[in-house]
């Protein structure tokens, strides 16, 4: 039997002058590749790695989350109680804090009722500094560019806040990196004061 390739995922189909010789063979072998195909296409693009909760700490770790099986990653950060302190990360390797001063970050913070941005940097660095006046109800984004690949590795998102006195709501932009190629399984949050919150870790799929 000659056959003919279908154009957009190549399955196998017969020409159309073309006896089927194992009909049943043939259906379950195209049946096959449109199951895999739907499969991978269904698939989603966020996959869920981990979640922690934490209570009344000031700092928290997450091992082997980063591997080869995803690029890119994205982490929410939500903190339900506490206040004062910072927020800042690290990323860890076999368990272990990198605390060479290869950390770089570059913040805007915006406030309602004051279209002035307020910014800060930080070069050379033994963190990446996030936020400071880390509080309660505190939504936080992070997305992370190849922390497993021998690379650079990069962070970019954004925190959201109900804001406090004299605004009602602000929005701090946050961008970082690690200027070196060391290959990371895991990050650390610091709190600077004791915090409680949950944390989940999400692979974007290739």
């Given at each position: 039997?000659s056959?003919?390739?279908?154009?957009?995922?190549?399955?196998?189909?017969?020409?159309?002058?073309?006896?089927?010789k194992?009909?049943?063979a043939?259906i379950?072998?195209?049946?096959?590749?449109?199951?895999?195909?739907?499969?991978?296409?269904?698939?989603?693009?966020?996959v869920?790695?981990n979640?922690?909760?934490?209570?009344?700490?000031?700092?928290?770790?997450?091992n082997?989350?980063?591997?080869?099986?995803?690029?890119?990653?994205?982490?929410?950060?939500?903190?339900?109680?506490?206040?004062?302190?910072?927020l800042s990360?690290?990323?860890?390797?076999?368990?272990?804090?990198?605390?060479?001063?290869?950390?770089?970050?570059?913040?805007?913070?915006?406030r309602?009722?004051?279209?002035?941005?307020?910014?800060?940097?930080?070069?050379n660095?033994?963190t990446?500094?996030?936020?400071?006046?880390?509080?309660?109800g505190?939504?936080?984004?992070?997305?992370?560019?190849?922390?497993?690949?021998?690379?650079?590795?990069?962070?970019?998102?954004?925190?959201?806040?109900?804001?406090?006195?004299?605004?009602?709501?602000?929005?701090?932009?946050?961008?970082?990196?690690?200027?070196?190629?060391?290959?990371?399984?895991?990050?650390?949050?610091?709190?600077?004061?004791?915090?409680?919150?949950?944390?989940?870790v999400?692979?974007?799929?290739?």
């Amino acid at each position: 039997m000659s056959t003919s390739t279908t154009t957009n995922y190549g399955w196998t189909i017969p020409n159309d002058d073309e006896l089927v010789k194992n009909g049943a063979a043939a259906i379950r072998t195209l049946g096959q590749a449109i199951d895999t195909t739907a499969a991978a296409s269904f698939a989603p693009a966020l996959v869920k790695i981990n979640t922690t909760s934490f209570s009344s700490v000031s700092s928290q770790q997450i091992n082997d989350i980063f591997s080869s099986t995803y690029d890119n990653y994205k982490i929410y950060l939500n903190i339900t109680s506490g206040s004062g302190g910072s927020l800042s990360a690290q990323f860890c390797a076999g368990g272990t804090p990198t605390t060479t001063a290869n950390y770089n970050n570059v913040n805007w913070l915006f406030r309602s009722g004051n279209a002035s941005a307020v910014d800060t940097a930080n070069e050379n660095s033994t963190t990446i500094a996030i936020l400071a006046g880390l509080s309660s109800g505190e939504g936080i984004e992070f997305n992370l560019y190849n922390p497993f690949a021998s690379q650079y590795t990069l962070m970019s998102g954004y925190v959201s806040d109900t804001g406090g006195a004299g605004f009602k709501s602000f929005v701090t932009v946050h961008g970082g990196n690690f200027l070196g190629t060391t290959s990371f399984d895991g990050i650390k949050f610091n709190f600077g004061t004791s915090h409680s919150g949950i944390i989940r870790v999400y692979g974007i799929r290739n």
